[in-house]
């Protein structure tokens, strides 16, 4: 599986952006799937997770009621919806797929199946 991701960009604080993962191969909905994000000088931290048939998502604190997670098995495709975003949202996003979500939520890296490239997130205030 290949993920790229998409729509990253300047916004101003309270302002909104969408996040898409478009990958390639048959077995998409085989994966649990996530987003990533690292801001400069800090660590690679969990942002939001939903399990394969798209029932259930969690996020980290910091995002819970802002931010949505959703996922389209027919387009192969996962999205990161980003409402009321703060200069603390300023990061690398990552979009991530494993076959276990709690390797996504623990940002296990080597353990995780895969990553893409990341797009970034800028918020000014």
């Known amino acids: 599986v290949q993920l790229q991701a998409s729509g990253g960009g300047l916004v101003q604080a309270g302002g909104s952006l969408r996040l898409s993962c478009a990958a390639s191969?048959?077995?998409?909905?085989?994966?649990?799937m996530g987003w990533l994000r690292q801001a400069p000088g800090k660590e690679r931290e969990f942002v939001a997770g939903?399990?394969?048939?798209?029932?259930?998502?969690y996020y980290a604190d910091s995002v819970k009621g802002r931010f949505t997670i959703s996922r389209d098995n027919a387009k192969n495709t996962v999205y990161l919806q980003m409402n009321s975003l703060k200069p603390e949202d300023t990061a690398v996003y990552y979009c991530a797929a494993d076959r276990k979500l709690h390797t996504i939520v623990v940002v296990d890296m080597d353990g995780m199946d895969f990553w893409g490239k990341g797009t970034l997130v800028t918020v000014s205030s």
């Open positions: 191969g048959r077995t998409f909905s085989s994966y649990a």
């Open positions: 939903i399990i394969r048939g798209g029932g259930s998502a």
